[in-house]
């Protein structure tokens, strides 16, 4: 069999043709369904297992030069036409393939955008943060199940038993931008904080160990949840389309009081039940509240002269709404065939 698979590839390398019928039939000889190669890899289960990987890597070599081969000569075959212009020096040049934003940057940006319209500033913080800000300050109790080493990534932790404020890990939420820019700036404060967060999860379709979220806080005189309830509104109007409605559902956080989440009437069905909604009619899509007190008086504002209201959402379920991506894992791993499709104004 070696023999003859040695012949092919020297018949092959030597092989020219003058037509279209000449390639065909090389095409016919060689490539096609009923042709030598496809014949031979028939062959080949009959090849004691001791040849099997000699003979295999020989004959994946003659497929490849056939294929190759067949592209050059057909190459070869163009058009003089074609040749000619390929010469004609003030032809324009070959379009310049631009890049394409990540639909997570573009996503991000247009929450952004929506916000920066009603007055609020964008404000950022570190990835690797300490337990203080992500958890103490905003109210999380010493025992909170969110501190535990099942869901959150430490770096450092100096007592096994016990978290400290001094622990070193990287942020769970991007709540800890709160307290940065309320230990820094005096009221009235509204920003938002889009970043990255990390939780120790498995990875997914569903769910990752990194993924991204905006956090939202307004801090002023006689701020109330009419006013969070009004934000809220236009932008889910804004992101999602006039005729949304929005739905308030009382929930908890140790951060705020009172807390809700918010969802939106269902951007593919419009409410009226489909698979992506699952048949409620409503997608949900962020946390929010009243922020709490203590996490005012722990960063040093005065709870009997300012309120405020905080709200924190992720931007992979919107995207993937979005963009009808099935697969969170998707938008990790830039494969560029993936990311080529998305285009923005962003
Ligand atoms: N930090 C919360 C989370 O990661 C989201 C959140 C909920 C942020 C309510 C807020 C809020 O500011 O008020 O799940």
Redesign the pocket.
Known sequence: MLDKINALLAEINDLSVNSHEELESFRLKFLSKKGLISDLFEDFKNVPPSDKKEIGQKLNLLKQLAAEKYNFLKLQLQPSDDKSLVNDLTRPSVPYNTGSRHPISIMRNEIISIFERIGFTVSEGPEIEDDDHVFTKLNFAPEHPARDMQDTFYISRLSAEDSSPDDILLR????SV?VRVMQNQKPPIRTISPGR?FRNEAISARAHCIFH?V???YIDENVSFADLKQTLMFFAREMYGKKTEIRLRPSY?P??GP?AEMDVSCTICGGKGCNVCKHTGWLEV????M?HPAVLEACNIDSRKYTG?????GIERPAMLKYQVNDLRLYFENDVRFLDQFRSAF
């Open positions: 769970t939420h991007t709540s709160q967060v979220q956090e939202g806080l956080f951060f705020t807390s962020l946390g929010c509240g922020v209201f905080a709200f924190g959402m």
